[in-house]
């Protein structure tokens, strides 16, 4: 199992970016898909991005163009840059991790980073 621990979270108006970090430890994650999901007070958690082994990546409709995924793995970690935010993406954001590397089944989640976008 692979422990993921968000960071960058924060308070940020609108139009505003933030820059979340998720540090991998017990694993090498570089063949592994990963993905940030988020969840808003009262709302189903719900996927925003995804980095599969091969480097590819997908983005929720909600946010395409303005985030972007990204992985490191010499350093074993993974970002959301996130920009042009919204008050909209108020949520607290989650790292997670699919050892198939095809980013359909996470099984393994950070503790989650709240990110909140004032209007």
């Known amino acids: 199992q692979v422990q993921l621990i968000e960071s960058g979270g924060g308070l940020v108006q609108a139009g505003g970016s933030l820059r979340l970090s998720c540090a991998a430890s017990?694993?090498?994650?570089?063949?592994?898909?990963m993905g940030w999901f988020r969840q808003a007070p009262g709302k189903e958690r719900e996927f925003v991005a995804g980095?599969?082994?091969?480097?590819?990546?997908t983005y929720a409709d909600s946010v395409k163009g303005r985030f972007t995924i990204s992985r490191d793995n010499s350093k074993n970690t993974v970002y959301l840059q996130m920009n042009s935010l919204k008050p909209e993406d108020t949520a607290v954001y989650s790292c997670?991790?699919?050892?198939?590397?095809?980013?359909?089944?996470?099984?393994?989640w950070g503790q989650g980073t709240q990110v909140t976008v004032s209007s």
């Open positions: 980095v599969f082994w091969t480097g590819s990546t």
């Open positions: 997670a991790a699919d050892r198939t590397g095809w980013g359909r089944t996470y099984n393994d």
């Open positions: 017990g694993r090498t994650i570089s063949g592994y898909a």
